[in-house]
């Protein structure tokens, strides 16, 4: 892919998520427990990217960001699975994660043993990913039958998740193959990545605004009952 | 080994990836079908509780209603017949006596305990509260009032019988009999204002008192079945009654069917 339009992919997203850290930031009194999660969530990504951002294009220092898979991926997949047994039911659903996230933290620091800490993870980007996958599309079967669903937060930024961990896993999982055989592949497949990260961060803002909207509407419909 | 060229490895990867994405978009679409299916039938489930809750209390109504017409029939018939019975004998007594003014305060006590006697019994006929209609009924009922209770009733009514069908009328007076007893047995009131309209087709009952009040949410949650009840016949008539108060500033009940 073209470096000048790799580059306005990135700038993109980065603005992307700085509007949507900020969105976060303005609605913060409405922010519940789950919330607040995916709020500390959006800053780290507002910081990690931006920050990765200008190392990338204007320092020397690059080569740091080969690693940046190994802050990134254990701190969102650990904040999903706090997510996760806040928000979630389910014994067996809960049990299932939690061993899941304890393999994913064996697996990460196995990866960091085997191969150092500036390398690219795929094992823990994929797991990273499956278990995502499997957090987010639990929670939208758990919102079968809840009252208006489609002004739920947590159903739009279940979606955004689901759309991006589930999208991403076939590139995920060639990651370091495709490094290793032609990085021009892995530039071309980069369109996956944003498309994927464009829709979560959309759908992140959608879920900001509409727990605002509720958190308002909730007063209203408390006085009206009273009465 | 059989390595795969470039595009194929970017076409396997990109329909990987739409395919994945068709299947999430399949579960959504799976979850938002199943989501509507649920919530139809809670709302058929729903509709099955009120429409068995509201058989139950329309059977309750009127078991109720019959209760009350024996009373009524009771007292019209038996009690009502021996207190006039009673006073022909005074009135035979009377004639035998050169002194008449000494049963003067006797026959006072019997005349009203035969007007409260017939005015209960009406107020307890469903058939006179039909026949005679809303504003009728009020009035007897608020003269009865008068004739017992120390507190003022102030009574104001457009002269204009509300048009109501039967069961409305049944169930607007019951619930007027309710709000009645519920500011007279908690209010502590001085004053109730009743105020009676029916122009244009739309009947307003409005009973309000100048009492000590009360917390309606904290009333609704903690039992309070009189003013459960009051709005849910009133639901069961279609009618609409509103409940307006806080401690120390009184109550007001609104009741109409509109």
């Known amino acids: 892919m073209d470096y000048k339009i790799l580059f306005l992919y990135r700038l993109t997203l980065v603005i992307l998520e700085l509007i949507a850290f900020f969105v976060a930031l303005g609605t913060r009194r409405y922010h519940n427990a789950t919330f607040k999660l995916f709020f500390y969530n959006l800053l780290f990504i507002a910081i990690l990217e931006s920050s990765g951002f200008y190392i990338l294009y204007y320092t020397d220092y690059s080569w740091l960001l080969s690693g940046v898979g190994n802050i990134y991926f254990p701190y969102e997949i650990t904040l999903v699975y706090l997510i996760s047994r806040q928000a979630l039911d389910g014994k067996l659903f809960k049990t299932v994660v939690g061993v899941g996230y304890l393999l994913f933290i064996a697996g990460w620091l196995f990866g960091i043993f085997e191969n150092g800490f500036f390398s690219v993870p795929t094992g823990t980007i994929l797991s990273g990913s499956i278990l995502g996958t499997i957090i987010f599309l639990g929670a939208l079967i758990q919102m079968i039958g809840r009252a208006n669903i489609t002004r739920q937060p947590l159903f739009w930024i279940s979606i955004a998740m689901l759309v991006f961990y589930g999208c991403n896993i076939p590139y995920f999982g060639m990651l370091n193959y495709l490094a290793s055989k032609d990085s021009g592949i892995l530039k071309q497949l980069m369109q996956i990545l944003f498309t994927t990260n464009y829709v979560r961060y959309s759908l992140t803002i959608v879920a900001f605004l509409l727990l605002k909207k509720q958190s308002q509407l909730k007063p209203a419909l408390h006085e009206y009952h009273e009465q | ?258």
């Not at chain 2, 299947?23 to 979850?31: D, K, S």
């Not at chain 2, 806080?246 to 609104?254: D, E, F, L, P, V």
């Open chain 2, 1 to 258: 080994m059989n390595i795969m060229n470039n595009s194929t490895i970017v076409y396997s990867v990109v329909f990987t990836s739409l395919a994945i994405l068709l299947l999430i978009a399949g579960v959504i679409i799976t979850i938002f079908i199943a989501h509507r299916q649920r919530t139809r039938q809670e709302i058929a489930l729903a509709q099955m509780q009120l429409s068995y809750e509201k058989e139950i209390r329309t059977v309750e109504q009127e078991v109720q209603e019959q209760i009350l017409a024996n009373l009524s029939r009771e007292l019209h018939d038996n009690i009502g017949q021996l207190l006039t019975l009673l006073r022909l004998q005074m009135e035979q007594e009377k004639l035998d006596m050169d002194d008449k003014t000494k049963f003067d305060g006797m026959d006072n006590t019997l005349e009203t305990t035969i007007d409260q006697v017939r005015m209960m019994s009406r107020s307890l006929n469903s058939d006179f509260i039909i026949q005679a209609g809303i504003a009728k009924a009020v009035e007897i009922e608020i003269e009865r009032l008068k004739q017992i209770n120390s507190i003022q009733i102030h009574w104001e009514y457009d002269h204009t019988e509300p048009v109501l069908t039967k069961d409305q009328r049944l169930m607007a007076f019951r619930i007027f009999q309710e709000m009645l007893n519920n500011t007279l047995k908690h209010a502590k009131a001085k004053n109730i204002f009743i105020q009676l309209q029916g122009l244009n087709q739309q009947f307003l009952l409005t009973v309000k008192d100048d009492g000590i009040g009360f917390d309606l949410p904290d009333k609704m949650n903690n039992g309070a079945n009189g003013l459960k009840n009051i709005l849910k016949r009133a639901s069961l008539a279609q009618l609409t009654c509103d409940i307006v108060t806080q401690k120390g500033g009184g109550c007001q009940y609104t009741i109409k069917n509109f």
